[in-house]
T-cell receptor, first 113, second 111 residues
Framework: DGGITQSPKYLFRKEGQNVTLSCEQN?????MYWYRQDPGQGLRLIYY???????QKGDIAEGYSVSREKKESFPLTVTSAQKNPTAFYLC????????????FGDGTRLSIL | GQQVMQIPQYQHVQEGEDFTTYCNSS?????IQWYKQRPGGHPVFLIQ?????EVKKQKRLTFQFGEAKKNSSLHITATQTTDVGTYFC???????????FGTGTRLKVLA
């Protein structure tokens, strides 16, 4: 059954700690995305990748880092430099063409201890 | 930078009433997509519009793309409780995979 898997579902971060959110897809999609969603708000793009070993900053990349070593995987690290990390993080993937729908994972909810 | 605004932010309707959400971009779009997010869930793709003035229908849902390709609307006829959720538009400019999501419209349907 093809899809996108995000883990963990809930994550707690201590002050000054880096945490990594996992995103894996078996849809054979080239493009992958990370979004942040705050309560009652829309999705804001953090990073996106169109192909392995390449990625671009989105609108709110500061305090975050990503890697794209494998087509299937696009992990997001929330660094200690991100001062307000509490949010719902959504990973998505799509065929690497414009005009293609994005398929989303179930999300990771990150909170600060 | 490019911005995509949606109105209204919230809408409460009685079951059976119609509902419309509007999406406006600060720049001309190559295409626009619509997503639905149920409470506690993730966005699910509904439809994509590409052509100027395009109108598409999915059962009780009607989607329109403006002539200038800077605005779009989603209209639901005779809402049902299953329509509850937040509806997002997402627009892309030509030659990019980067979509800017609208602020969303949260729909509540009262039975």
């Amino acid at each position: 059954d093809g899809g996108i898997t995000q883990s963990p579902k809930y994550l707690f971060r201590k002050e000054g700690q880096n945490v990594t959110l996992s995103c894996e897809q078996n849809l054979n999609h080239d493009a992958m995305y990370w979004y942040r969603q705050d309560p009652g708000q829309g999705l804001r793009l953090i990073y996106y990748s169109q192909i392995v070993n390449d990625f671009q900053k989105g609108d709110i990349a500061e305090g975050y880092s990503v890697s794209r070593e494998k087509k299937e995987s696009f992990p997001l690290t929330v660094t200690s430099a991100q001062k307000n990390p509490t949010a719902f993080y959504l990973c998505a993937s799509s065929i690497a063409h414009s005009n293609q729908p994005q398929h989303f994972g179930d999300g990771t909810r990150l909170s600060i201890l | 930078g490019q911005q995509v605004m949606q109105i209204p932010q919230y809408q409460h309707v009685q079951e059976g009433e119609d509902f419309t959400t509007y999406c406006n971009s600060s720049t001309t779009l190559s295409n626009i997509q619509w997503y639905k997010q149920r409470p506690g869930g993730h966005p699910v793709f509904l439809i994509q519009l590409v052509k100027s003035g395009e109108v598409k229908k999915q059962k009780r849902l009607t989607f329109q793309f403006g002539e200038a390709k800077k605005n779009s609307s989603l209209h639901i006829t005779a809402t049902q409780t299953t329509d509850v959720g937040t509806y997002f538009c997402a627009g892309a400019t030509s030659g990019t995979y980067k979509y800017i999501f609208g602020t969303g419209t949260r729909l509540k349907v009262l039975a």
